[in-house]
Nanobody, 114 residues
Framework: VQLQAFGGGSVQPGGSLRLSCVAT????????MAWYRQSSGKQRGYVAG???????SYIDSVKGRFTISRDGARNSVYLQMNSLKPEDTAVYYC?????????WGQGTLVTVSS
């Protein structure tokens, strides 16, 4: 499975960005797609995830601001990020998991700064 992420960029506090990730290759019908992020000097951490059945989860700090969604037909996952804060600045990574197999996409940088 290959993952390609798009949509990072620079935005002012309070702004919005939408990240996209497309999965190609041997996609299974049951899987979980997620977004992680890593800011400077910190470990990569979970942000949000969505199962193939549509169940979602978020870390507390993004609840109400970020929305994860997916398009099964396009094997894609999206992260709509609203009300962005400087502390959301990080490299965001797309993640795919099916059974014991996991895959990472390349990161896309999100910078929130005035």
């Amino acid at each position: 499975v290959q993952l390609q992420a798009f949509g990072g960029g620079s935005v002012q506090p309070g702004g919005s960005l939408r990240l996209s990730c497309v999965a190609t290759g041997s996609i299974t019908s049951v899987n979980v797609m997620a977004w992680y992020r890593q800011s400077s000097g910190k470990q990569r951490g979970y942000v949000a995830g969505i199962t193939s059945s549509g169940s979602t989860s978020y870390i507390d700090s993004v609840k109400g601001r970020f929305t994860i969604s997916r398009d099964g037909a396009r094997n894609s996952v999206y992260l709509q990020m609203n009300s962005l804060k400087p502390e959301d600045t990080a490299v965001y990574y797309c993640h795919y998991a099916a059974g014991t197999k996991t895959y990472w996409g390349q990161g896309t940088l999100v910078t929130v700064s005035s």
